[in-house]
């Protein structure tokens, strides 16, 4: 009796020691991580947090702070469980551990460190432990995405990996003017980009069919301008409330936002609300059909300098970043020798009030301020003229990144004019050697424009954005010689889960095993 007893006894601690003692293996080298991180190093055992997990930062910094609470709140709802932050001068012996160090790179650059008792999470800037955070989040199992609690372990491999990306500018844009999207849906867009480690979102807030952004000084700019869209519908705005409020919620999540006043083309939603940025003085009329090229600002009359002076100054009020785009594509109706010295009276403009110009690859026509980037869309030779002024390139090759072109003629929404772009085709280009005398040195990073003449909800954004956005971001933060299309489309299918958890309307690519 008492030996069994006994014998029992010390089963039971065994079995007891194994449960929590015993790390479970695993491979951190099948995570399948987007964007491919520079230098994973796998060890084989894991981590598992559970309710006495302790997030710590560093003490006596705040960004630190602000990012350990951010990781507290993202985990809290699938896992049910608040975990404890606090602060800490030294380096604890278990829990989750954010700190900055002086990491070789950028403040992007982030190293994480995972063992049986401790992560360490490091990076020299804020950004870099976002980052850190947006790879320990698909290191866990993809029901961290849900938002009620699961029954599940949440465990995550062991190991090392050091991560910093290949290009600084890694966005995507937003055309809120041809339909307007609401703020929430905005805010979806740019949880969906920073997922993916993007730090830039372009919003393409004027053009024909609508202007979507209050300016006090010029009213009816919103009031008439903003009251359509494409389709006839009620269009729509964002007050400078909120949009100060997009512009503070993406850079929580490290993203900045990139405000773009299309010009002098693409302008009739303006030239309907003043009839004096007109040369013949009279209104147009409200657009909603889908015609690019038509309109035009009268770039020899003073008031529409002064115009784009309020607007400028207004719209930099509200910009964090160090840019603003003022478009330049597709004037059509602008003879050259009046598009030249507009472009380079709006640059003097934009640099009064302290910002760097985008704009669209048209510009390099004009003589470029230093500073000035020029994003190519569609003519690498203007990308070349940019490029021998001395500016920098955006690369947006309507052919590979224009998420509104189909994915094949069987595709629902969307346009083909440029392409059909598949999801292997999104991914399969390396901007660096996509054209002579455009090179590695001469680019700043990646972009990929949604334009929405045939999209209008948030449905629909996802199902182009998704999966292809993806592999963009790949190419932004991974170095050219770490991609590889059968590697990725691998890689790719593990996120499948995550995005049917998080809802997300994707495209299912016959190109991709799924299952
Ligand atoms: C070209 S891209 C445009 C946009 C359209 C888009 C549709 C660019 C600078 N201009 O005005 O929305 O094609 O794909």
């Not at 990646?446 to 045939?454: C, F, I, K, N, R």
Request: glycine share 6%; aromatic share 10%; net charge negative.
């Amino acid at each position: 009796m008492y030996q069994t007893l006994m014998f029992s006894i010390i089963t039971m601690l065994l079995l007891s020691a194994c449960n929590t003692k015993e790390p479970i293996p695993m491979d951190l080298n099948e995570k399948h991580l987007i964007p491919k991180p520079s230098k994973v190093e796998a060890t084989g055992s894991s981590f598992e947090i559970t309710a006495a997990t302790t997030i710590f930062y560093e003490e006596g910094k705040d960004d630190v702070k602000g990012m350990a609470q951010f990781l507290a709140d993202f985990l809290q709802p699938a896992t049910g469980m608040a975990l404890a932050v606090e602060a800490t001068a030294t380096k604890p012996a278990g829990g989750i551990y954010l700190h900055f160090s002086a990491l070789e790179g950028t403040n992007e650059t982030y190293t994480l460190e995972l063992n049986e008792n401790l992560i360490d999470i490091s990076a020299s800037g804020e950004a870099g432990l976002f980052y850190a955070i947006q790879t320990l989040r698909q290191l866990l199992p993809a029901s961290i995405e849900a938002t009620s609690k699961q029954d599940t372990m949440w465990l995550l491999p062991s190991g090392k990996i050091e991560d910093s990306p290949n290009y600084t500018y890694r966005g995507a844009m937003l055309d809120v003017s041809r339909h307007f999207f609401q703020v929430q849906d905005v805010k979806k867009f740019i949880d969906y980009i920073s997922m993916y480690k993007m730090n830039k979102l372009h919003l393409h807030l004027s053009d024909d069919q609508g202007w979507r952004i209050e300016i006090k000084s010029w009213p009816k700019l919103t009031a008439i301008g903003g009251s359509t869209e494409v389709g006839g519908g009620e269009g729509g705005f964002y007050t400078q409330e909120e949009y100060k409020d997009i512009v503070a919620y993406a850079k929580k999540r490290q993203i900045t936002i990139i405000p773009e006043i299309d010009m002098p083309g693409h302008t009739n939603a303006a030239l309907a609300a003043y009839p004096e940025l007109n040369c013949d003085n009279k209104a147009r009329e409200l657009y909603t059909g889908t015609k690019v090229g038509f309109s035009t600002f009268c770039t020899d009359k003073e008031v529409v300098y002064e115009f784009i002076d309020d607007v400028i100054r207004e719209l930099a009020a509200m910009t964090t970043g160090e840019y603003i785009h003022i478009g330049g594509d597709e004037s059509h109706v602008t003879p050259l020798e009046d598009y030249i010295p507009f472009i380079n009276r709006v640059q003097k403009i934009v640099e009064k009030y302290g910002k760097k110009v985008i704009g669209w690859d048209e510009i390099a026509h004009a003589e470029l301020l230093p500073n000035t980037l020029v994003q190519w869309w569609a003519k690498a030779d203007n990308a070349k003229k940019g490029i021998a002024q001395g500016a920098k390139v955006l690369v947006s090759p309507a052919t590979k990144v224009y998420l509104d072109m189909q994915y094949d003629s069987t595709t629902h929404l969307g346009l083909h004019w440029a392409a059909y772009i598949e999801v292997d085709s999104a991914y399969i280009w390396n901007p660096a050697t996509m054209v002579d005398g455009i090179k590695r040195d001469d680019i700043i990073g990646v972009e990929s424009p949604l334009w929405s003449e045939t999209i209008t909800n948030l449905d629909e954004i996802e199902y182009m954005m998704f999966p292809r956005i993806i592999g963009h971001a790949e190419i932004g933060w991974t170095e050219a010689s770490q991609q590889n299309w059968e590697d990725y489309r691998l890689r790719l299918a593990h996120q499948k889960e995550r995005m049917e958890i998080l809802g997300i309307d994707f495209y299912k690519s016959p190109l991709v095993d799924w299952d």
